[in-house]
């Protein structure tokens, strides 16, 4: 079967799939001829899914996705530049939490969201892992902070500057600060030869972080975690992870404890102009 067929009674070969389709895969012979695949239109396409997003008569389906298939984009929903604004500026890192675990199916949405971020070549690369267990969480921390005492023992500069000393200090008196007392935590892997892995696993979670106070929960970078993993075998093995992944990224996620009631300051942009 063809990677894509065109409805003749629908198509106005306007060439918007064409002009559109990121591989260069649709043709079209001339102004009045309708969209055609290329001859290597199978090995290259990425399954974005534009051509079927974009037509604005939806007369284009490919062998997996249809028009119905896909939810319209509604206008009357778009948020003004003031809502963006505020959302973005009011999404905050997360370090105190409520002692409540968070629904399964709202983790669930989490990560269904998640898939919808970028990717280089739409290869959503990412692999989940969950902490449900809150337990697991906290041992899985005590697991970093083995790593960290190892890095303090042989380079104690380093861990110095790292921060590493502190919170270690931090973990002897009662206060976890790897996970933040949060009662989840979610990984990003995957594999470890993909060029693109950090960037596209960041930008997955950077859309979960952006999504979660809509469900009422804070989310915080796992900066100590992610990295241990990658760097503590112990801890990569008590994930469980596929001996060919890496971490990517981790994020903590509960509910917060504190509502934010202004938008902090950032630093003036360094740009330049050419
Ligand atoms: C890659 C990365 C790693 C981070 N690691 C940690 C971490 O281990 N612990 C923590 O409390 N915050 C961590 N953070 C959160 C940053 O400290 C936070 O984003 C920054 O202070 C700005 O605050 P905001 O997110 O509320 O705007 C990390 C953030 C990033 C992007």
Not at 43 to 55: D, F, L
Not at 66 to 86: H, N, S
Not at 100 to 125: C, H, T, W
Not at 180 to 198: K, L, Q, S, V, Y
Request: with cysteine; glycine share 6%; net charge neutral.
């Amino acid at each position: 079967m063809s990677l894509f067929s065109v409805d003749q009674k629908k198509c106005n070969r306007d060439g918007i799939c064409v002009a559109e389709c990121p591989m260069r895969i649709i043709r079209m012979a001339s102004s009045e001829d309708y969209p055609k695949p290329t001859s290597d239109a199978d090995q290259y396409c990425i399954t974005c899914g534009h051509c079927v997003a974009v037509c604005p008569q939806g007369a284009l389906s490919l062998n997996w996705l249809t028009p119905d298939d896909c939810p319209t984009v509604r206008q009357d929903m778009a948020l003004t530049a003031e809502q963006v604004e505020q959302f973005l500026r009011s999404r905050r890192s997360i370090r105190t939490f409520k002692d409540q675990p968070v629904e399964r199916d709202k983790l669930e949405k989490l990560i269904e969201i998640a898939g919808y971020a970028p990717s280089a070549k739409n290869q959503q690369p990412w692999h989940w892992l969950i902490v449900e267990d809150t337990g697991e969480v906290r041992r899985l921390a005590g697991m970093v902070i083995d790593r960290l005492r190892g890095v303090i023992q042989k380079n104690r500069e380093f861990a110095e500057s790292a921060g590493f000393i502190r919170v270690v200090k931090a973990w002897e008196s009662g206060e976890e600060r790897i996970c933040r007392g949060a009662p989840h935590i979610i990984i990003a892997h995957g594999d470890e030869n993909w060029a693109f892995g950090p960037e596209d696993c960041a930008l997955a979670l950077d859309y979960l972080s952006l999504f979660a106070p809509t469900l009422g929960l804070g989310t915080c970078w796992g900066g100590y975690f992610y990295t241990s993993v990658n760097q503590h075998p112990p801890l990569f093995e008590a994930l469980g992870l596929p001996a060919d992944h890496r971490a990517y990224g981790a994020i903590m996620v509960g509910y917060p404890k504190f509502k934010y009631q202004r938008l902090p300051r950032r630093n003036p942009p360094r740009v330049v102009w050419k």
